[in-house]
C-alpha cells in the first residue's frame, strides 16, 4: 500500500469517520502514523479482552481502530496521547490467535503503549479512559521504531 493511500486512511480516522479498516506494510509512511478520535465509553476493557486479562479502563464495545498488517512486524509501537494532562488513557489491542496486550501509562509514565512483535494479520484498537463514560480526545501514534 502505498504512502498516499495510507495518509488517506489516517485523515479519515482524523475526521472522526469511526473505525474504519487501516491496511499497514513494513515501511511504511509517514512514520509515525497519526490518527485522532475518543477515548471513553461504558464497557469495561477487562470484559471486552476477557476477565483473566488485567486490562484497565472503559471504552466503547467496538475498536476505535481496526488495523490489518500485511506481513510480520519485528516491532510496531502504538501509543495513545492525549494534551488534557488530567486525563487518564488506557488501551486494549486483540490480535490473530487471541492475542491481547494492555496499556497504562508505559510511555513517560503517563500515556498507555503497547510495543510488540506483531505477526500478519487484524488487530483491534481500543483507547479507554479511567472512569466509565468519560469522553477524550487523543491521538494514536503508531511507529516501527520505539517512541522517544
Known amino acids: 500500500m502505498g504512502s498516499k493511500m495510507v495518509m488517506a486512511l489516517g485523515l479519515l480516522f482524523a475526521m472522526g469517520v469511526g473505525?474504519?479498516?487501516?491496511?499497514?506494510?513494513?515501511?511504511?509512511r509517514p512514520d509515525p502514523l497519526q490518527m485522532s478520535g475518543r477515548?471513553?465509553?461504558?464497557?469495561?476493557?477487562?470484559?471486552?479482552?476477557?476477565s483473566a486479562s488485567g486490562c484497565r479502563g472503559f471504552a466503547q464495545s467496538e475498536p476505535n481502530h481496526?488495523?490489518?498488517?500485511?506481513?510480520?512486524?519485528?516491532?510496531?509501537d502504538?501509543?495513545?496521547m492525549t494534551r488534557d494532562v488530567n486525563q487518564d488513557l488506557t488501551m486494549l489491542v486483540k490480535g490473530p490467535g487471541?492475542?491481547?496486550?494492555?496499556?497504562d501509562d508505559e510511555y513517560r509514565g503517563?500515556?498507555?503503549?503497547?510495543?510488540?512483535?506483531?505477526v500478519k494479520g487484524t488487530y483491534q484498537v481500543w483507547v479507554g479512559t479511567g472512569e466509565p463514560g468519560r469522553a477524550v480526545d487523543?491521538?494514536?501514534?503508531i511507529s516501527e521504531t520505539p517512541h522517544k
Open 19 to 28: 473505525a474504519q479498516p487501516l491496511t499497514l506494510a513494513r515501511n511504511f
Open 39 to 50: 477515548a471513553g465509553g461504558e464497557v469495561s476493557l477487562a470484559v471486552l479482552a476477557g
Open 66 to 76: 481496526v488495523l490489518t498488517v500485511t506481513e510480520s512486524f519485528p516491532l510496531l
Open 78 to 80: 502504538m501509543v495513545a
Open 98 to 103: 487471541g492475542a491481547i496486550w494492555c496499556g
Open 110 to 118: 503517563r500515556s498507555p503503549r503497547v510495543s510488540a512483535r506483531l
Open 138 to 141: 487523543y491521538t494514536l501514534s
